[in-house]
């Protein structure tokens, strides 16, 4: 049986099936109908959004034979079996004339073309030329297409798109009809994945399309092809671990566990909160913005709790956990974090730069040091914490279920709150007269926090997780004396190759003259500091050739439906960063097996960290004490090494 891939096989293929973009569809629909269509229109917006579609789309509706309403023959809605519909389906009608004008931006390309549009169509009744990235264009270029414009045949129809309107000439602009692609929420994204998988019957976990939606960065495109992969990669299922995994996507899940510790004035917490994280390799400037994000959201949701979105799949938890903070603490830490954000910019080293802005937010609470009552939060997603009593890897273990659980006044019905009656919403905890901003002074000269009473309690059930292992690796972050001078580089010396990339990532300007191999693409990986769709290709990629100035890079043929120019930008923009000038070209190639991508190498990085844990673990003498003693057993999937902090 041959598969379709998704994105193909799911192009919208009239306006009716266009998702998300209903102002396009009834503007030109209504053209159509009324035989009123403009010649030349321009789109707006950012790749993956549609462009090509909707030039099919109105490519089919210019020359579908299928008997249309109207003098010439248009429709609105092409029958998609005629020989024009299915030749421009395919992709292979001659007078749908696809230009990239990034590729072609010479005023010879412009004029080659130009000097066919008054020839009349082959095959259809109208030629409609669609020019991608018009903005690319010189301008002797713009001029040649400009005469063009001012009086184009009547058998032409002109589609212009550009992520970059501002950079057109108003000449051209008052000459095309104007429509802004809109970009694609996670909302809808999410809701069409649904819809997509359910009729493919593909089984999905709802929470792995929530990370599909947010990593398309707007894209239905990206979202059909990462859906793909997420099949491919999860055997024909899409889970959220899988989908993780494969995206290198910062487990949501944590930064609300960083939020719910600051909720419970857990310092402790909070601390091992960052080290479970930086095991990840976070970029901690992001993950300071994500806390800032969803302090907003708390913030919403204590005040108009029907606004709170559902952009992570996590509204009903949210919703929870605005009841266990103040307004104003909240207020407090969202401008805390905010400046911290600033700052972040002259700390030596990122983590503690988020180490202390989270630490500030408690020390300034106007309450100061008493910790609100320790309600156990009701709807929690995931069992996040406390590795020695749960038996389950929260990013293993998925748990969706807390639908069952009716949230439709989460602040008065929250259960938690109910128990401790003491907790309300906006009003509860503040002290009488004392607003956001308490005196610092008067704040510092008490402690900031106590580590007695209620962690007693749990003092016993968290040892195990305790002793000397993610506390042993939080704290020689201070002592640490060159690492975090530049870059949060390798500091982990593991293996003898992570030892060569510390050498390398540390001085990268240096060495920055040399041709790349591979193995310096390795070591300079982490330092390039790539993110989302970028970093998740770039990591699938082996060095091919680089002759100093071109950079090939090599990708995977199962990769290639991920390739797009604005990735190889940005790779080159990160190596400029490091002082290597590169124009970075992907050659889709099948890999050498003999070499690691920066994927593949992290994973086995991750495998020996896990193992080397469990061995420290399993010679800890508390825990030989605690076997001996309880007869307690070592969850092995529970150990999160903390050790990779960089
Ligand atoms: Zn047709």
């Not at 789109?43 to 249309?68: E, P, Q, S």
Request: hydrophobic fraction near 40%.
């Amino acid at each position: 049986m041959s598969y379709q891939v998704l994105a193909r096989k799911w192009r919208p293929r009239t306006f009716h099936e266009l998702v998300g973009q209903a102002h396009v569809q009834r503007a030109l629909v209504n053209a159509l109908d009324q035989g009123r269509l403009h010649h030349a229109y321009l789109f707006t917006g950012t790749r993956g959004v549609g462009k090509t579609t909707l030039a099919r789309i109105l490519a089919k509706c210019l020359n579908c034979t299928a008997g249309g309403q109207g003098d010439e023959g248009i429709t609105s809605t092409p029958c998609g079996e005629c020989a024009n519909c299915c030749a421009i389906d395919e992709g292979r009608f001659v007078d749908l004339i696809e230009v990239d004008a990034a590729s072609r931006t010479k005023v010879e390309d412009t004029r080659e073309l130009l000097d066919n549009v008054q020839y009349a169509p082959t095959q259809g009744r109208y030629k409609v030329y669609l020019i991608d990235e018009v903005h690319m264009l010189s301008t002797s270029s713009f001029n040649a297409l400009l005469k063009t414009l001012e009086e184009p045949p009547p058998h032409v129809k002109f589609l212009l798109a550009t992520t970059d309107p501002h950079k057109l000439p108003a000449t051209v602009l008052s000459r095309c009809l104007q429509f802004t692609l809109k970009h694609m929420p996670p909302e809808r994204v999410v809701e069409h994945l649904q819809h997509v998988l359910s009729a493919e019957q593909v089984n999905f976990e709802e929470r792995a399309l929530w990370l599909l939606g947010k990593a398309a960065e707007g894209s239905m495109r990206d979202a059909m092809s990462l859906t793909d992969q997420a099949i491919a990669f999860g055997q024909g299922e899409v889970r959220y671990t899988d989908v993780a995994a494969m995206l290198g996507t910062l487990d949501h899940r944590h930064v609300l566990a960083l939020v719910e510790a600051l909720a419970e004035v857990d310092v402790a917490k909070l601390l091992s909160e960052v080290a479970t994280l930086a095991e990840q390799g976070p970029d901690f400037a992001a993950v300071l913005d994500d806390i800032s994000a969803i302090l907003h959201r708390l913030a919403v949701a204590q005040m108009v709790p029907n606004a709170v979105d559902n952009s992570h799949g996590d509204r009903e938890f949210i919703l929870a956990l605005a009841s266990r903070f103040t307004a104003e603490d909240v207020q407090l830490y969202y401008q805390i974090g905010i400046q911290g954000r600033g700052d972040m910019i002259h700390a030596p080293d990122l983590r503690s730069a988020l180490e202390m802005t989270l630490l500030r937010m408690l020390a300034f609470r106007p309450q100061g040091v008493p910790k609100p009552p320790q309600t156990p939060l009701p709807l929690k997603p995931e069992p996040l914490e406390s590795p020695g009593t749960a038996s389950t890897d929260p990013t293993i273990s998925a748990t969706p279920e807390r639908s069952t659980l009716q949230v439709d006044e989460p602040v008065s019905n929250d259960p938690g709150a109910a128990e401790a009656s003491s907790v309300e919403p906006v009003s509860g905890q503040s002290e009488p007269g004392n607003p956001v901003f308490a005196d610092p002074a008067a704040v510092a000269s008490a402690p900031p926090w106590d580590a007695g009473d209620t962690q007693a309690a749990s003092a016993m059930a968290l040892a195990p997780s305790e002793p000397g292992f993610e506390h042993s690796t939080s704290e020689p972050e201070a002592s640490k004396p060159a690492a975090g001078e530049s870059e949060p580089a390798e500091t982990d010396a593991v293996t003898e190759q992570s030892a060569t990339e510390h050498s390398f990532s540390e001085h990268p300007g240096v060495e920055g003259a040399a041709y790349l191999d591979h193995n310096r693409w390795l070591a300079l990986f982490d330092a390039l500091k790539l993110g989302g769709l970028t970093r998740n290709l770039a990591a699938h990629c082996q060095c091919g050739h680089d002759d100093g100035r071109t950079l090939v890079l090599l990708l995977a043929p199962s990769q290639e439906a991920m390739r797009a120019e604005i990735h190889q930008q940005r790779i080159g923009k990160a190596l400029q960063a490091q002082g290597i000038e590169r124009q970075v070209v992907f050659e889709v190639k099948a890999l050498d097996p003999a070499l690691e991508t920066p994927q593949q190498r992290d994973q086995r990085l991750a495998q020996q960290r896990h193992a080397q844990a469990i061995d420290t673990l399993s010679h800890d003498p508390n825990i030989q004490k605690l076997q001996q003693a309880f007869g307690a057993t070592l969850v092995e999937t529970s150990v999160k090494p903390a050790s990779a902090s960089r």
